[in-house]
């Protein structure tokens, strides 16, 4: 194996943010879904334990390129991609890495909230269990920090046993975060986890994203501008497939540096 | 104007709507119309019929054995088919006493009788053999007693009190006979097998063996005796005819005045008869008593199936659906199985036959049973072979289910549990499965329909006319009483049991009422069946309804 100078000062950069796990490097990144290409050259570097916001029209491919970072696209026929994507400096593409410990180590929100038609509590434990952890004192410890760490611990305490189907909208949301939380993950992945919900459960999934990023690192898809100002450290903004901008949000929504994304966000477009 | 009219009418599809209503309708109508007949024919047999007293005209050639009187209960009235000029109707009696006249229907012109009554005083006695009796009581003959007139105020009790005598000593004789006789007999089975053991201590089992014949001998004795005491006590019954017959209470079922008999009385006759029909054994070639060991039989082979086939079809169709890799040798599976859905039972009949009874049940045989000889034990058809067949027919339907019930499990549902880190198998185990189960439920509810109601290939794997006992037991070994599932024993089905009845049985008009009744029954254990699956996938429906994905 030849090692160049550019590897070898991956390889420090790499362990220097080891110690700060959770970093997320995409290097050259090209996506095709059967033949069509969905992302083009991604070249982007996500700091650990900060909100990263993805912005863009739909069908730019922020959420493809979330998807793809714990490799959800896999389910997928006929997809195939050039470049890489790290995790603190590892590739997920090794194929002596099982696509499932992957999972564990990166976190997924989605759109629609999701509970399995199980207990709150059950829920909550879902992917300890698939771990194999079956010590009931174990699970009980996670399950209560991971629904406090959600901001939903006071509303369900006295019903864990209940089923999760009869949580409100946004209660199932921040339920799907506790369930990804419990594991605890470097990353969560988040795409577009507030576009079914009211403002008021909105406010309280961004008052948790704020929370979060002490822990996690967070990646977020949002179609809310606000949203992406108000609980994002750094904003990325995609056009057609390919990476426009991705700068501290305070720049992007002041002075971007590139005119298509000054239209998209003060409305001209998209 | 009138294609103004027209082109909206037309646009909107409305006659199109009025056809689909209309198709909808007629197939509804159809089914209440076939399912009300059969209730109706098949309930309206326990119920108690009034027997008209027929006086025939003078010079009539109608009567029996020249008798100008006739007794029976009134079957139909029908045109003829060739009317003559003293009238176009007749009906159909039955007059019962199949032992005195060698028949029990009797068709008569309306023109030749002259009356016709509901003496209260008739009588129509259900009887062991012969079929039912139909005439006036005169006296009663208890052994060791002086006569008893039927006007006599002692009668009814008398012949209620020595009814139940003998109905006890009919239990006291199956007892005997069936069970204790029975034992002996797989006992002795047993000691002849062991003799065919070289290495068998012979002087030991030659001992038990004349042991078990000198208790054979005793009980047949018994038996013997109990026979004998049940022809002791006779009622003599005068027929319309003016023929004396004598009854022996032993030959006694069941007796009733059905002229007699309030609104109320016949209403609790029928429930009681509907009961003595589900619950007894079949008498004189199953034209007379009960279906139990249909309905039985019926049930454990249709409950049997469902434990096969579900495994077999979940498993068939989580592979088909999420691991095999889909493309044109999967397609072509899938429509391999579903042809198989369309393959004709008898088919299947055949090739249970072939596979699962000599092939897989004479393996076995000479595996395990090498003592029995030429005897097949499982070589031979049976309720697990049977069931066997009905699974393999009934598996496309379940497969098909179930394929459909994972597909309709939402992606959301998925893509969440494999975001916990969860793998393939874990997601389908713990999250597809329980999801699709209601799905699954539908297929078996379809497969139990299907196979439930199948006779042909049943015919070839197992079903008899006539099975001597249940397929399930708590008599194994005469002291045991956990419930033992005999799964080599042929077994008795309602599906056959209508065909052996009504085309196989010599008096086919004498079994039609039973073949109606027995229908009904079919319908009812299918329906209850389906109830049970149906009751378990609702329940499973509210557990794992997937909310708004």
Partial sequence: MTTSPADRQHAAQAEAETAKSGSIS????????????????????????????????????????????????????????????QIDGRTIYDPHLEVTSLRKRVGMVFQKSNPFPKSIYE??????????????????????????????????????????????????????????????PEIVLMDEPCSALDPIATGKIEELIMQLK????????????????????????????????????????????????????????? | MATKLDKPLRVAGEPWVWCTAMGLTLGMVM???????????????????????????????????????????????????????????????????????????????????ESRATPPELMVIERMEGGDAIGT????????????????????????AQVEVAQARRAAILRVEKHEIGAINRDLEDANRALRNPSADR?????????LQQRYAELADQARQLRAAQADDQLILRLATGEERRIALGQIVDYA????????????????????????????????????????GTFVMTLLMSVAVVPFGVVAAIYLREYAKQGTWVRMVRIAVNNLAGVPSIVFGVFGLGFFVYVVGGSIDSLFYPEYGSTPVFGTGGVLWASATMALMTVPVVIVATEEAIAAVPRGAREGSLACGASKWQTIRSIILPASAPGILTGLILAMARGAGEVAP?????????????????????????????????????????????FQSPDSEAAKPMVFATTLFLIVLVLVLNLGAILIRERLRRRYALGAF
């Fill in chain 1, 26 to 85: 995409i290097r050259n990144f090209d996506f095709f879904y059967s033949g069509h290409q969905a992302l083009f050259d991604i070249s982007m570097e996500i700091p650990p334990r900060q909100v990263s916001a993805l912005i863009g029209p739909s069908g730019c491919g922020k959420s493809t390129l979330l998807r793809n970072i714990n490799r959800m696209n896999d389910l997928i026929d006929g997809i195939s991609h050039r470049g890489d994507i």
């Fill in chain 1, 123 to 184: 829920n909550v434990v879902y992917g300890l269990r698939v771990s194999g952890v079956n010590d009931r004192s174990t699970l009980d410890r996670a399950c209560e920090e991971a629904l406090r760490s959600s901001a939903l611990w006071d509303e369900v305490k006295d019903r864990l046993q209940q089923s999760a189907l009869g949580l409100s909208g946004g209660q199932q949301q921040r339920l799907c975060i506790a369930r990804t939380i419990a594991i605890r």
């Fill in chain 1, 214 to 270: 002490k822990d996690f690192t967070v990646v977020i898809v949002t179609h809310n501008m606000q949203q992406a100002a108000r609980c994002s450290d750094r904003t990325a903004f995609f056009y057609l497939g390919k990476l426009i901008e991705f700068d501290a949000t305070v720049k992007i929504f002041t002075t971007p540096g590139q005119k298509q994304t000054e239209d998209y966000i003060t409305g001209r477009f998209g």
């Fill in chain 2, 31 to 113: 089914v209440v119309l076939l399912l009300g007949l059969i209730a109706w024919n098949g309930l309206s047999v326990f119920w108690p019929k009034r027997v008209d007293l027929v006086t025939l005209r003078a010079g009539s050639q109608a009567g029996i054995g020249g008798s100008r009187t006739l007794a029976g209960e009134l079957v139909k009235r029908q045109e003829r088919t060739a009317p003559t000029e003293r009238g176009t109707y007749e009906i159909q009696l039955f007059v019962g006493n199949r032992d005195a006249y060698d028949f029990s229907f009797k068709y008569l012109d309306e023109a030749d009788i």
């Fill in chain 2, 137 to 160: 009581p005169v006296r009663l003959m208890v052994k060791g007693e002086s006569d008893l007139a039927a006007d006599a105020g002692a009668f009814l009790s008398r012949l209620r």
């Fill in chain 2, 203 to 211: 002087v030991r089992i030659d001992g038990e063996v004349a042991k």
């Fill in chain 2, 257 to 296: 005045w059905p002229n007699q008999l309030s609104t109320w009385q016949r209403i609790t006759a029928s429930f009681h008869a509907g009961w003595n029909f589900l619950s007894e054994n079949p008498r004189e070639a199953n034209t007379e008593g009960g279906i139990f060991p249909a309905i039985f």
């Fill in chain 2, 458 to 502: 049943l015919m070839l794997v197992g079903v008899v006319k006539l099975a001597p006992t249940l397929p399930v037991d708590s008599l194994w070994k005469a002291t045991d009483v956990v419930p033992f599932v005999h799964l080599d024993q042929k077994f008795m089905h309602l599906g056959f049991h209508i065909y052996d009845l009504g």
